[in-house]
């Protein structure tokens, strides 16, 4: 038996701690010793949601105890970075060989739990623009996980990049990120105006911004729509993006696009960004992970920018 966390509709914030049965690999799946996971506000929110039990969490770090029997992937011993659909908030998990990568020596453990889900969305929804080089690009939610990241990407990629942020102060940390211009408050979307038009909008916010943004896509722009963090529907001027023609609204689910690209090769990468020093995790908050439910609450009501990371022993 190992610990893990599930979702109890009657906890307070509906995460809970179990013993549960230890994980069984499939032969393309290996057995990792888990040493940290990160949260991320879709998990939690679908967490609070849920009135059934299940077992959350997608990222995760650790050491692998038990190797592929297909003789796929990272061996025993290697320490790794991953994601699951469900469940990597666990002492234990089997995942495929495909969502899991090898992590230099001097990477931690704590900076590789931040890449997976954040890291893999930033630099997907990039790729939606094809090269960057010299191309306008917009980001909401810049002082989020995904945000900090893509700022970092898209300013190494030599691209001109706008953020948002709610204060000078988390405008400052979006300028450290890489931002070339930080639009700062509620008017954000509409000042953001002056530095368009833009050839990739990357929107976690939805709602009222998404529709806002819309218009202001460069011909043959593109927006990537990655969350809804503001609300579940927009109002669309559809005779403002069918009249200018060429523009691309984009739906953005990450485990689609791991589906199409090799997750294990994109870890492998980020972690040796983050190993040389290019690219800088944000981690906002480190704590056990029987603190969980402080932290998980904490996310929710942005009391923090950037990752959290709650470390299993």
Not at 68 to 90: D, E, N, T, Y
Not at 155 to 175: D, F, I, M, N, P
Not at 187 to 211: C, E, H, K, M, N
Request: proline fraction near 5%; hydrophobic fraction near 45%.
């Amino acid at each position: 038996m190992i610990r893990a966390v599930v979702i109890d509709p009657l906890a307070p914030s509906h995460l809970a701690f179990k013993e549960v049965d230890a994980p069984q690999a499939q032969p393309w799946e290996a057995i990792v010793q888990v040493k940290t996971v990160s949260l991320n506000r879709g998990e939690v929110r679908d967490a609070t949601e849920q009135e059934t039990s299940s077992r959350p969490g997608w990222d995760f770090a650790g050491i692998v105890i038990e190797p592929a029997k297909s003789g796929a992937g990272p061996q025993r011993g290697a320490r790794v970075v991953g994601l699951i659909p469900m469940g990597a908030w666990s002492e234990q998990v089997a995942t495929p060989v495909s969502m899991l990568a090898q992590i230099p020596d001097k990477l931690t453990f704590t900076e590789a739990a931040t890449l997976p889900v954040a890291g893999l969305t930033a630099l997907n929804a990039l790729r939606k623009g094809g090269m960057l080089l010299g191309k306008r690009i917009f980001i909401t939610g810049s002082t989020g996980g995904v945000g900090l990241f893509a700022h970092q990407l898209a300013a190494q990629s030599g691209a001109y990049v706008v953020g948002v942020a709610s204060t000078e102060e988390k405008a400052e940390l979006v300028r450290e990120a890489g931002a070339d211009e930080v639009v700062i408050g509620y008017s954000a979307t509409s000042s953001a105006r002056q530095f368009g038009p833009y050839d990739l909008i990357i929107d976690s916010v939805g709602g009222d911004t998404l529709a806002a943004l819309l218009p202001q896509l460069a011909p043959l722009g593109i927006c990537v729509a990655a969350g809804f963090s503001s609300s579940k529907t927009a109002t669309i001027d559809m005779m403002n993006l069918v009249a200018s023609g060429g523009r691309t609204l984009y739906g953005f689910f990450l485990g689609d696009e791991i589906t199409r690209q090799s997750a294990a090769d994109d870890l492998s990468l980020l972690a040796r960004l983050v190993a040389d020093k290019r690219l800088t995790p944000r981690i906002a908050v480190e704590a056990p992970w029987t603190e969980i439910d402080t932290v998980a609450r904490n996310l929710m009501e942005r009391k923090f920018s950037g990752k959290a990371v709650l470390h299993l022993d």
